[in-house]
């Protein structure tokens, strides 16, 4: 793969902890008796739950940004303790009233923020009237559309998520509608025509049903077919992309194919279409299971204003450009994803790509760029990019998070020559420990580059080194100057004289 030329707009990094989700199961009517249970629609809206917040492999949205909306209860084992883990996780349970999936729905599209995703999902009973779908809530009731959650409002809602990006799951044309008498297929249930019915840019649907016809129940996996299909498919039995995901283009495919060979076996053979697949362009290649590590970079080059990524053994992977000479460039896992991405400075602004390559923002630090460094130099963080930049008669010392905000910084009244990143002892947060001509100075990084100690040294200084000088556990700042030897420990008292 190949990239050239610099992306005209910056792509937001996913980020799990900006993404929201419901989740919505109603097996039972609690207000018409004459509907008949959805029996494993509870079990649907667990799994899924369960699929996107736990599963190593997908694990789109935390725990503790997931609502579930229940009528009723798990039929499988395994369902009744996912149940039980996804509370203790910290995802919220919530009834299922017409009520309270809308006012949900609202909060959650409005919890996501740029780097996320919206998802949400609805196991029940659905009808179609004048060609509009819409869900039954625990409190609707036949025949009466005032009661039930219309589809295109759902999207009209899942639009507001921040980011842009949405996915929803229907499962809601139930072959079976009312018990008794009026069991068996009901007009109003088969499903409507879905085509274009995305509502943003980055929206995806997914319905379980084609225009006209019903989604089914599996008694043996105790799911919906559907849902069966799409845990099948966040499990990896579906075509990866090159770089090893499950995409919504993979997952339509997968889950259309699973459903008609089931419907062909279970119910009609000579069906064609089942299921209905609204995407976005942009949401063709979102992605959504990872199923095998792709491939990272692992050295950078520079030339002029090009860049050449290199993979395992020396391999080219791709290269980009940039807006003038690059000075710098370094490699390592800015956001802790196990892919490392790739920085590079022009003048005074650093550029951060992705491991495909992407660019994923730009940042000016307000002066030429004397060197940069990708470490993880606060708590509880991912890694930053540490700047040392020239600007007059001054030293700017900058800080940008994984995602190009600003941390913070400091400006030196002088000139700073180089700097080092390291810690006492693996029990202790690092310093930055810089040195101008005849001093050294120290920074904490987590007090946005404030000054810990200076020391000024005999001489100009030539070499800094990080060691245990005294065999104590800790180490020691070494600073070897024109006459002589010095070495300080980590508050910047004098051990060693020479």
């Known amino acids: 793969m190949q990239r050239t030329g610099v992306e005209k707009a910056t792509r937001v990094k996913f980020n799990r902890a900006e993404s929201a989700a419901l989740f919505v199961g109603v097996r039972n009517f609690t207000h018409d008796k004459a509907l008949a249970e959805v029996p494993y629609a509870v079990d649907d809206a667990v ?6 917040t736990k599963d190593p492999k997908v694990g789109l949205v935390l725990p503790e940004r997931v609502v579930v909306a229940l009528e009723g209860n798990p039929v499988k084992p395994a369902s009744q303790q996912r149940l039980q883990q996804l509370r203790a996780a910290g995802v919220r349970i ?47 009731l036949y025949g009466q559309p005032a009661t039930w959650v219309p589809v295109p409002k759902v999207l009209e809602i899942a639009a507001i998520a921040d980011g842009g990006r949405s996915v929803i799951f229907v499962d809601a044309c139930r072959e079976r509608v009312t018990a008794g008498k009026r069991g068996g297929n009901d007009r109003l249930s088969a499903a409507p025509l879905v085509s274009g019915m ?33 845990l099948d498919a966040l499990n990896c039995n579906v075509n990866l992309d090159s770089r090893g995901y499950v995409t919504a283009e993979s997952l339509a495919a997968y889950v259309e194919e699973y459903t008609r060979k089931w419907i062909r076996t279970n119910r009609d053979p000579n069906v064609l279409t089942v299921t209905q697949t609204s995407l976005d362009g942009a949401a063709r290649p979102m992605r959504f299971a990872l199923c095998s590590r792709p491939p990272s970079p692992l050295r950078v080059a520079k030339k002029g204003s090009r860049f050449f990524a290199y993979g395992k053994d020396g391999r080219f992977m791709w290269d980009g450009r940039v807006p003038g000479p690059i000075e710098h460039a370094a490699i390592g896992d800015l956001d802790a994803d196990g892919l ?50 020239d600007a ?15 941390h913070g910084g400091h400006a030196y009244e002088g000139r700073l020559l180089d700097f080092l990143i390291d810690k006492e002892t693996a029990r202790h947060h ?20 404030d000054v810990v100690w200076r020391s000024v040294q005999k001489g100009a ?8 000088f005294d065999n104590d556990t800790r180490r020691d700042i070494c600073v070897t ?17 020479k």
């Open 340 to 389: 490392n991405d790739v920085v590079v400075t022009v003048s005074d602004r650093i550029f951060a790509f992705d491991a495909d390559g992407v660019q994923l923002w730009a940042a000016a630090t307000g002066g030429d760029i004397r060197k940069i460094v990708m470490e993880d130099v606060l708590p509880k963080s991912h890694r930053q990019v540490i700047a040392l930049s």
């Open 392 to 406: 007059g008669s001054k030293s700017l010392l900058s800080i940008f998070n994984f995602d190009g905000s600003k």
């Open 430 to 449: 690092p310093k930055i420990i810089a040195n101008a001509v005849d001093r050294v100075v120290a920074f904490n990084p987590r007090t946005v580059g």
């Open 198 to 230: 995305t509502r943003a840019y980055g929206q995806a649907v997914f319905y379980a049903a084609a225009a006209g016809q019903y989604s089914y129940d599996d008694p043996v996996r105790k799911n919906g077919v559907f849902t069966s299909a799409i």
């Open 461 to 468: 200084i030539k070499k800094i080194e990080i060691i245990d």
């Open 94 to 140: 919530v009834k299922a009233t017409q009520t309270d999936i809308l006012q949900n729905l609202q909060k959650q599209a409005a919890r996501v923020g740029k780097g996320g995703v919206f998802i949400a999902s609805f196991a029940s009973h659905g009808f179609n009237v004048d060609g509009t779908a819409h869900i039954l809530g625990s409190s609707s």
């Open 481 to 497: 100057t024109s006459t002589e030897q010095v070495c300080l420990d980590f508050d910047g008292r004098t051990i060693s004289r």
């Open 47 to 52: 799994d899924m739950a369960y699929a996107f």
